[in-house]
């Protein structure tokens, strides 16, 4: 089994900063993406930022000059740094990764944490 644990939500003033963190384990043989997607109340889940084993970076284009990701892949770990943060930014994160289980198989499964909400309120 693979298991994203997230951590770091909480609610934050606008203007103001977080740092999501997301570390996973279980039956991994390469971790190809991960990223964090995000879903606010009464819309879809969207893209915020995803980075590749040989980092790259992707980004939503709302969250561009704000938020950097980061990985360490020892770790398995990957980080959502948000800076300047707005009320729009106010949702559920979900951590994401593309990750190949067995050294002897080019499958893939995509695998999500459990959520960590980020609230950006004055």
């Known amino acids: 089994q693979v298991q994203l644990v997230e951590s770091g939500g909480g609610l934050v003033q606008p203007g103001g900063s977080l740092r999501l963190s997301c570390a996973a384990s279980g039956s991994i043989f390469r971790i190809n993406t991960m990223g964090w997607y995000r879903q606010a109340p009464g819309k879809q889940r969207e893209l915020v930022a995803t980075?590749?084993?040989?980092?790259?970076?992707n980004y939503a284009d709302s969250v561009k000059g704000r938020f950097t990701i980061s990985s360490e892949n020892a770790k398995k770990t990957v980080y959502l740094q948000m800076t300047r943060l707005k009320p729009e930014d106010t949702a559920v994160y979900y951590c994401?990764?593309?990750?190949?289980?067995?050294?002897?198989?080019?499958?893939?499964?995509?695998?999500w944490g459990q959520g960590t909400q980020v609230t950006v309120s004055s």
């Open positions: 994401y990764a593309d990750i190949t289980k067995y050294s002897y198989s080019n499958y893939r499964e995509n695998y």
């Open positions: 980075v590749t084993n040989g980092g790259l970076a």
